[in-house]
């Protein structure tokens, strides 16, 4: 298996590091980037979705990051991608709450870990932390990791073995905040992470299994286990205690095309300048006369022309001489483009990149426009663009960035304290 491709741990399975998929791999069929599932490869398996029939035995000896086309002659296609710790936390079943990305990177970044540490971790919940915790470790590094829920600890177990990790990380079922950690992982740890309701009663067992120098994490939703733990902390004699709420702000950027809301001046074309403009100094020593006050500052506002939105503006070439005339049709390809465009920022739920789902005419397919080209479609029906110049709004194809409406709101808290051995 080969979640762990980047490290050494397949060094001496060639067919693994090869990069082609075998049977019983896990293969994430990619649809569109919001639309993935993790499929396990059988000789005789088949993955039916709304672009087709997949017959596994087809994938089988093909290298990750192909595009396979459907077995049932649509046309339809999916990527065959290599798991990862990423896609895993995308597509895994969910059996509890799970973290994600922003808060991941956060806890493996800060606690310090690399080839070879040892991380205690609880609750395994379904696992979606310890696949990023297993490969920060690996190869010759450790998690072990606690769940009380003995269906829960027996499906991580299983998910483990089948990603090809079992030597990488050990399951327990385990009663941490009653139990504590086992003695036998006192001092041996680098770092500690929780995920549980109380991990305050967990603390005076995570300071004597960490090591000097051992990092600790607790995630909590709410501020007031947040200020449990932080007292708990200090009680046992940890020290840098910092809490942070991380908000991960996505952005939609696409080309589009937009009023600016501003009267802005016919483009014009660009001339080549002759000779270089002297500079002042030099002209004042040739007796060259400064440029005028009023005509220097209306360059300068020219040059920063104020726009709506904090983007680059493009006015299309064939502006300065056909007056920038949508209407005469000049510039639909643009337009075309940009519908396209917006299907791929993901905003398109339908996922599949515009290809044609099994059955489907090329009509009942094409991607929704966003709101706002439809609506400056419709504007531009009834504001003629015929003329270009001062006080006439113009339609202009931009580079527009906007935070996305459905950006991840609060998830939790994410206490990290560090433990130093006081002589
Ligand atoms: C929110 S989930 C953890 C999710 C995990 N961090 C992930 O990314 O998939 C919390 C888990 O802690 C387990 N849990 C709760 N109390 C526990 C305890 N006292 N000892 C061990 N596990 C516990 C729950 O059964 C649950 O599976």
New binding site residues.
């Given amino acids: 298996m080969n979640f762990l491709r980047c490290t050494d741990i397949t060094a001496g399975d060639s067919s693994s590091s090869s990069g082609a998929i075998r049977e019983g791999d896990c293969v994430i069929v990619y649809e569109g980037i919001n639309t993935m599932k993790a499929v396990y490869v059988t000789a005789k398996g088949r993955f039916d979705n709304r672009f087709g029939i997949f017959n596994h035995k087809s994938w089988i000896g093909k290298p990750y990051g192909s595009k396979v086309t459907s077995d049932s002659g649509h046309g339809g296609w999916v990527m065959l991608l290599r798991p990862t710790p990423e896609l895993w936390?995308q597509v895994?079943r969910h059996?509890?709450?799970?973290?994600y990305l922003a808060d991941?990177s956060m806890i493996v970044m800060h606690l310090d870990l690399q080839p070879g540490s040892v991380v205690l971790?609880?609750?395994?919940?379904?696992?979606?932390?310890?696949h990023s915790l297993v490969r920060a470790v690996a190869p010759r590094g450790h998690v072990h990791t606690?769940?009380?829920?003995a269906g829960?600890a027996e499906d991580a177990t299983g998910e483990f073995k089948q990603h090809g990790l079992s030597k990488l990380v050990t399951v327990m079922q385990?009663?941490?905040?009653?139990q504590g950690f086992p003695e036998t992982l006192h001092g041996g740890a680098d770092a500690i992470?929780l995920?549980?309701?109380?991990p305050h009663?967990v603390v005076p067992s995570a300071a004597a299994c960490l090591k000097p120098n051992g990092r600790f994490c607790a995630?909590s939703p709410c501020i007031e286990q947040v200020q449990r733990t932080t007292e708990a902390l200090s009680s046992s004699g940890f020290t840098d205690v910092i809490t942070y709420e991380c908000l991960l702000r996505e952005y939609d950027v696409h080309r589009g095309l937009v009023y600016t809301g501003v009267e802005l001046e016919r483009p014009q074309p660009k001339r080549p300048r002759r000779d270089p403009k002297p500079s002042t100094f030099a002209a004042a020593e040739q007796g060259i006369s400064e440029q005028p006050r009023e005509e220097a500052s209306a360059s300068a506002a020219e040059e920063s022309a104020p726009t709506e939105a904090s983007v680059k503006v493009e006015p299309p070439a064939e502006a300065a001489t056909t007056g920038f005339s949508m209407q005469q049709g000049s510039d639909t390809s643009g337009l075309e483009e940009e519908k396209a465009g917006i299907s791929g920022t993901g905003t398109d739920s339908s996922g599949g990149e515009g290809q044609p789902p099994a059955g489907a005419t090329a009509e009942a397919v094409k991607p929704p426009l966003g709101a706002e080209v439809g609506k400056l479609e419709q504007q531009q029906q009834l504001t003629p663009l015929g003329v270009g110049g001062l006080g006439v709004r113009q339609a202009l194809r931009m580079v527009h960035c906007q935070p996305a409406r459905e950006a991840r709101g609060h998830t939790g808290y994410l206490t990290f304290a560090r433990k130093f051995v006081c002589g």
Avoid: C, V, Y
Avoid at 121 to 130: I, K, M, N, P, R
Avoid at 174 to 178: A, S, T, V
Avoid at 195 to 198: E, K, R, S, T, V
């Fill in positions: 936390t895994l059996r509890t709450q799970i973290l991941i971790e609880s609750g395994t919940g379904s696992g979606s932390l310890t606690f769940e009380f829920h829960r385990r009663n941490i905040e009653e992470f995920d549980l309701p109380a009663k995630f």
